[in-house]
């Protein structure tokens, strides 16, 4: 999830956990902290693109290991105030602030290895975008309403702000579950093979879904809207090139994206190099994740990430009107 609604996520529940406590100016300061603390991992250089995006959100976002932590955190935030809280008083707050921040990014679509050290499995339900206003506003207007108003009626509006947002969570997982039956009942009509699909929503929304569809040596696109909820879906198929993964077989670096992306991946030849991207996270032929693994007989030693198109935000605004 992106970074301003992880801050506000954990600024927020500090400030419901700790009450009137402490100022509220550090319960937020202190729970914006451990809400952002797990993203710190970003600045760490594992060696080549591929193992930077499959090792981001692992041991920093592991539920065990933030647990273990927290007790130290609050010993050391209640003697940096030393303002008669004890660090127990702290403990919940800080707990709670570090925790939520992988479980939200756990209802993205990207993959948290929340799990470690027990299992290294990335786990995504997929049901919001990475950023979505709907989502961040409620805890914005919540936490800003609390400065404003103070005492009881601000921590007051910060609850409501929760209350909301994770409200609103709880509607995009009800969403995709619809969007899934719906697609489903679609393919079936067409024909189409429906064992391997993913559903996730598209930029800034919980009302249209793209939709993508394995199907052997191909992939189709499609989109579906809650407004129009029966229209047949228009599937694009492309090709995925699979047999180029047969004589990368045994690469650390194919294989781990195709692990990561749980199978949903595509490969492509391209500027002299075999290319694979990661089909969850972008659309068309361009995708926010996509690497050069260079060649059978030359294999990229430090695969690099390959650049992507994005278009104007306008552009994206209009593409998802008229899926609407």
């Not at 995006?53 to 935030?77: D, K, N, Q, V």
């Not at 093979?193 to 800034?204: I, N």
């Not at 052997?216 to 228009?234: F, H, I, M, N």
């Amino acid at each position: 999830m992106d970074s301003v609604s992880q801050l506000l996520l954990g600024a927020s529940v500090s400030v419901a956990v700790m009450g009137r406590r402490v100022p509220l100016w550090q319960a937020a300061a202190v729970g914006a902290a451990c809400g952002t603390l797990p993203d710190l991992d970003v600045f760490i250089d594992h060696g080549d693109a591929i193992r930077n995006m499959t090792l981001h959100r692992t041991e920093s976002h592991a539920l065990l290991w933030l647990t273990l932590a927290s007790p130290l955190l609050a010993w050391l935030i209640a003697g940096l105030f030393r303002r008669g809280v004890r660090w127990q008083q702290w403990w919940l707050a800080i707990w709670l602030a570090l925790i939520t921040h992988p479980l939200l990014d756990l209802m993205t679509v990207y993959g948290t290895q929340l799990g470690l050290p027990l299992t290294d499995h990335p786990f995504a339900v997929g049901s919001i975008y990475i950023v979505d206003p709907l989502y961040t506003l409620p805890l914005l207007i919540g936490l800003a309403a609390a400065f404003w108003r103070g005492g009881a009626g601000g921590l007051r509006w910060n609850r409501a702000g929760l209350a909301l947002s994770t409200l609103y969570l709880g509607w995009s997982m009800a969403i995709q579950g619809v969007a899934g039956w719906q697609i489903a009942q679609s393919l079936a009509q067409q024909r189409m093979p429906d064992d391997k699909v993913l559903v996730t929503p598209t930029a800034f929304n919980t009302l249209v879904w793209r939709t993508v569809i394995i199907d052997g040596d191909r992939y189709g696109e499609a989109y579906w809207s809650l407004l129009s909820p029966r229209r047949p879906l228009q599937i694009s198929w492309h090709a995925r090139h699979t047999a180029l993964f047969a004589p990368l077989k045994g690469s650390w670096h194919a294989e781990r994206v195709a692990w990561f992306s749980h199978g949903f991946y595509a490969l492509r030849e391209q500027a002299g190099q075999i290319t694979i991207a990661d089909l969850r996270m972008g659309e068309g032929e361009n995708y926010t994740f996509t690497f050069g693994l260079g060649t059978p007989q030359a294999p990229a030693a430090h695969p690099e990430r390959l650049p992507s198109t994005r278009p104007a935000l306008g552009q994206s605004f209009k593409a998802i009107w008229e899926r609407l």
